[in-house]
């Protein structure tokens, strides 16, 4: 993992490097922020530049050896701790019996990932993860063999929080009595849930949100998106790059909500009946779910539309279609009418939910907009 990979985080980069090179490399850090930042790829290339042979000022040279073996997350001297689910039938009890979907899964994920995530990967079911009590021994163990050939014996421990407290006990013995040239990297998102003699012998490194435009960014150069929806979704993303990507890949779905509401709306303003069946009949098929979730997009639509007529500055849509729409129909969206929306939108949603016929609760509620619409 290099550091120019790693989106924004300008800071942290400078300052890992820098502290780095002048030797001060403390045997315990945690990395700390909220999901999806990019604490993990931050202390990964940490731990590469650290063992760089050839390091640049700002990064690993990606030729020596260690770098080599760093890109393959399978360096000797290089340990992962994670939470796993333990599977008795097919014997995985330590990190190690999952270290090859645990490479595939950041490689896959390209070094950003969360816990559901994780979890989902290796089929947790409804089983949460834990670093158990058994992961001690093999920490002790690794930690207790020679240094095969790296400047630093590297441990990254992700999720830290979901450790068992007898192994976080054992733990904390070795990071107050660390071997030579060893260094601990935990990965938190909670780091108030980590025994806190753990956290008081660790240095501190807290992550903040990436900066919007490093967002922006990234999503421009990974999807085919305007820079102007790549700036929405950057906006609703607070930060987390995972999020931003989420929003992303809901993308289709919205398209599909999006297109259906503009034609609901355009029919029903029209009071074109045989269009209303249309759609009617169109919402009838894609089942019950979808057709909740889009009354509860539709909410929200006519919602912001609201809004936006009052000029709210906090107003944020996730794609330009939807605030191109809005310039046209939010005018008609108003005080008098709000209440009656979002009632006839909500009860719809009820009667979905109590299988009443879709096409029947669909044409309903086109009649209804199309009074709506007018008042
Ligand atoms: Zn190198």
Redesign the pocket.
């Known amino acids: 993992m290099f550091f120019k990979d790693i989106i924004g985080q300008k800071e942290v980069k400078e300052r890992l490097t820098r502290t780095a090179r002048e030797g001060v490399i403390p045997h315990a850090q945690l990395f700390c922020g909220p999901e999806g930042i990019g604490k993990f790829p931050l202390a990964l290339a940490y731990a590469?530049y650290l063992?760089?042979?050839?390091?640049s000022e700002n990064d690993?040279?990606?030729?020596?050896p260690?770098?080599i073996k760093y890109n393959h997350l399978a360096h000797p001297d290089l340990h992962f701790v994670y939470p796993i689910v333990k599977k008795a039938a097919k014997k995985k009890e330590v990190c190690d019996d999952y270290i090859t979907d645990w490479r595939n899964f950041i490689k896959e994920k390209d070094y950003y990932f969360s816990y559901n995530q994780w979890l989902e990967y290796i089929d947790a079911e409804n089983s949460q993860g834990l670093i158990y009590a058994k992961e001690s021994e093999e920490i002790l163990r690794k930690l207790s063999l020679r240094i095969y050939e790296a400047k630093y014996k590297t441990m990254i421990i992700w999720m830290p929080e979901k450790m068992h407290e007898s192994c976080s006990n054992k733990l904390l013995k070795i990071i107050e009595e660390p071997t030579e040239n060893t260094v601990f990297l935990l990965v938190s998102d909670t780091p108030d849930n980590i025994i806190t003699t753990i956290q008081s012998r660790c240095q501190r490194i807290n992550i903040h949100g990436i900066e919007k435009q490093d967002i922006v960014q990234a999503l421009e150069s990974a999807y085919n998106i305007t820079p102007e929806d790549a700036g929405n979704v950057a906006h609703l993303s607070k930060g987390s790059y995972l999020k931003a990507i989420e929003t992303i890949s809901l993308d289709e779905e919205h398209k599909l909500f999006f297109n259906l509401f503009v034609q609901m709306m355009r029919a029903s303003y029209a009071r074109d009946i045989k269009q209303i069946k249309t759609i009617g009949n169109e919402l009838a098929g894609v089942g019950r779910e979808n057709q909740k979730s889009f009354l509860i997009y539709s909410q929200r639509m006519i919602r912001e539309y609201f809004i936006s007529n009052l000029k709210h500055p906090e107003m944020i849509y996730v794609s330009s279609d939807e605030a191109n729409f809005g310039t046209r129909f939010a005018p008609f969206i108003n005080e008098r009418n709000i209440t009656g929306f979002m009632d006839e939108l909500a009860l719809a949603e009820r009667h979905i939910e109590q299988n009443v016929n879709a096409k029947m609760v669909f044409f309903d509620l086109c009649l209804k907009i199309t009074m709506l619409i007018k008042s």
Not at 51 to 55: L, S
Not at 60 to 64: D, I, L, R, V, W
Request: net charge negative.
């Open positions: 590469q063992n760089c042979e050839n390091p690993s040279c990606g030729q020596c260690s770098c």
